[in-house]
């Protein structure tokens, strides 16, 4: 029997199982160590180990043989983090590696595990209540781990387990990532192993302040609603504070001004200096980095860093060899690698994150063409060495000698994952589903902005032969980018022109990749740049195939902020847009978190106007073409009452539209029935309204 291709895709977690990932490296660069599923439709991660000299790969840790027929069961905790980080695998999902390179820690259905990377032992170790994230220390003698609101540790044989610092009550939490940092600042963890492996840094954060929503399952009406805490636009936050904990239990508190400066971005601790910590104001215009005394507690202010409309949130400065501080930073127009406030990437390069440093340069991740990511060494001296080349999106991790690279091409299915190691390169087995299409993507220049835009036609389409509708696939928003040198990224859209469609996917103004104008192009409008956008990139691809699509007949699709885009597009450019799909749709920012928010709209109390021009609701008079909206009513990102509240200014309005709700579905639709039938329901609706 044939799989279709929305199953297929939801079946490979997009094509993704299989690939490796986590990668890390040992010291000495003489072992690779990555999760990777056993094939590309099996969701378990397991752990991996590529011997450099040889090539040789072997599996260190199989989940199936250390559960057998019990399986998984993800304590609420994990299955929380796992949704901030969009993580839909099973298995091994992360694992850490002391800096000896000889003992591994990871979280598998609740427990904490430890492996002997040479001899392959592994060993349940003794712990209390459901284990969040265990991290072995840097010298491999304890396992320090998250549970019930507490931080606890055991040693790495199973000895001696106890609590360092527990909660005083119910909100307060030691040792997690509060719900901003993980889901809008990219920092997943709360707590750091100092290199001597003899204490740690630990957040702590109280949601008290936090206002509670909730979370109901209408399919079941006999459970009641889960109870979240929820920071929406311009109310408050978590407390946030940071301790220095020995393994002993004492604890000092790191001090730092957290009336002016109230998120934690970003805690490095490495052997080459004190630990950094990055704090951010709560308008994000203002952000120190500051290194901490861990004995008294007090703090040096090493770099301000201040920005009129926002601060970016980038990898976490750190000291590196000799004591250098290294930060990214917004300087002259462009992202650039700073050390000691020196700027040592020119600006040909918009600087995206930091992969290692080294005593006489830094390897980061960075874009001259924004479709395209390379890795380079950026010398102190201001030489700038690209270690990649092409048109592909490239990654890397080093750990001595050795150097891994990752790349996603447009000439290639799926992802490629290179050794090197002096002039020897070893390829690591990708083990991915072959995709049963290959994406014939034309990429453009569209418009004045230049909106880099991929245009995709039927693979039978002959240019020319006749005019097709258009469906614009957007996701447009900050902090995204479709528009990539990667076939995988085009997969699902070429299912989508094979469907009979000219499918146009353009990466607005505010997306990454091009600049600190570009990305600050969308402060206080989101709404009329990204759609501007839109509308100019239809504009160029008309232009430029004008006898293969009819503009006469645009529909337009998006998720999440492609979503918020999609409904907008309907409501305020009928004339453009003549049906629209619209899958969990942010629709009133003032639902919407206060990191990702506030950032771009400012503060609701303070600025009602500006989130009354960027809302949905104020429009529902207005439309005049089919929309059909699709939410997760499960969604504790997107809460559903975006949709819901739409949909009630649309009825109060008298406006005809079409409300699909998926009970038990979160912001991520990973199901395979759910996906498959989505996918098919979308199509039937926009063929039917775009005759």
């Not at 591994?104 to 609740?110: H, I, K, V």
């Not at 258009?470 to 076939?487: E, I, K, N, T, W």
């Amino acid at each position: 029997m044939t799989v279709s291709f929305p199953r297929l895709a939801a079946r490979t977690a997009r094509f993704t199982l299989g690939i490796p990932r986590n990668i890390a490296v040992a010291p000495d660069g003489s072992k690779v160590w990555y999760i990777r599923t056993p094939d590309g439709v099996t969701r378990t991660g397991q752990l991996w180990e590529h011997d450099v000299a040889t090539g040789a790969e072997s599996v260190v840790v199989d989940p199936a043989a250390l559960l057998g027929e019990a399986g998984e069961e993800l304590p609420a905790e994990e299955r929380s983090r796992r949704e901030r980080s969009r993580e839909s695998s099973a298995g091994l999902v992360d694992f850490s590696v002391d800096d000896t390179g000889r003992w591994a820690s990871f979280a598998l259905s609740g427990r904490a595990w430890a492996v002997h990377l040479a001899g392959r032992a592994v060993t349940e170790l003794p712990t209390v209540g459901a284990v969040v994230d265990p991290r072995v220390d840097p010298t491999g003698r304890n396992v320090a781990y998250a549970s019930g609101g507490g931080l606890r540790v055991v040693g790495i044989t199973g000895r001696d387990e106890r609590a360092l610092v527990e909660p005083e009550s119910p909100t307060e939490v030691w040792g997690r990532a509060e719900f901003i940092a993980a889901e809008e600042l990219g920092r997943y963890r709360g707590f750091w192993w100092a290199p001597d492996g003899g204490s740690l840094l630990v957040e702590r954060y109280d949601e008290a302040p936090v206002q509670v929503w909730h979370v109901a399952d209408p399919e079941n009406p006999d459970r009641e609603p889960a109870a979240q805490r929820y920071p929406a636009a311009g109310t408050p936050n978590a407390i946030v504070t940071l301790w220095h904990v020995g393994l002993d239990g004492s604890r000092t508190e790191i001090g730092w001004d957290r009336n002016t400066f109230e998120y934690l971005v970003g805690v490095t601790w490495t052997p080459h200096g004190d630990p950094v910590l990055q704090v951010m104001s709560r308008d994000q215009r203002h952000a120190q980095v500051l290194a901490a005394d861990t004995s008294s507690g007090s703090k040096r202010v090493l770099r301000e860093l201040v920005d009129d409309d926002w601060v970016e949130v980038t990898s976490a400065p750190r000291y590196a060899e000799g004591g250098r501080l290294v930060t990214i930073e917004d300087i002259d127009g462009m992202r650039r690698v700073v050390a000691d406030g020196k700027p040592i990437s020119d600006l040909t390069w918009q600087v995206r994150s930091i992969v290692s440093t080294h005593p006489d340069s830094v390897i980061a991740t960075a874009s001259q063409e924004p479709t395209e990511v390379q890795v380079v060494r950026f010398g102190l001296d201001g030489i700038s060495e690209p270690i990649t080349a092409g048109p592909a999106v490239h990654g890397a991790v080093v750990g001595g000698p050795t150097t891994v690279i990752t790349r996603s091409a447009l000439d290639h299915p799926s992802t490629t994952v290179t050794v090197h190691r002096e002039e020897m390169a070893n390829q690591i087995t990708v083990a991915s589903e072959p995709p049963p299409l290959e994406p014939g993507v034309t990429l453009l220049h569209a418009g004045p902005h230049a909106l880099r835009t991929a245009v995709l036609f039927p693979r039978d389409h002959a240019l020319g032969s006749q005019r097709l509708p258009v469906l614009m696939d957007p996701y447009g928003g900050p902090h995204a980018q479709r528009v990539l040198a990667s076939s995988r990224m085009f997969l699902e859209a070429q299912w989508l022109a094979d469907q009979g469609f000219c499918v146009v996917i353009a990466d607005g103004r505010g997306t990454p990749g091009r600049g600190h104008a570009w990305e600050r192009a969308v402060r206080h409008d989101l709404a009329s740049v990204s759609l501007d956008d839109q509308v100019a990139a239809l504009a160029a691809v008309a232009e430029q195939f004008p006898d293969d699509v009819d503009t006469s007949r645009v529909g337009i699709t998006g998720w999440s902020y492609g979503g918020y885009l999609s409904a907008l597009a309907v409501l305020r450019r009928p004339d453009v847009f003549h049906v629209a799909v619209a899958g969990a749709p942010v629709t009133e920012w003032r639902l919407y978190d206060t990191a990702y928010t506030e950032r771009y709209l400012g503060d609701p109390n303070v600025q009602p106007d500006v989130y009354d021009r960027n809302s949905l609701l104020p429009l529902a008079e207005k439309l005049v073409r089919p929309l059909l909206l699709i939410h997760g009513i499960a969604d504790d990102n997107v809460f559903a009452a975006h949709t819901l509240r739409l949909s009630s200014a649309l009825l109060a309005a008298g406006r005809p539209h079409s409300v699909l709700p998926l009970s038990g579905v979160t912001h991520m639709t990973s199901q395979e029935v759910v996906a498959e039938n989505l996918a098919v329901l979308q199509v039937d609706f926009l063929r039917q309204n775009l005759p």
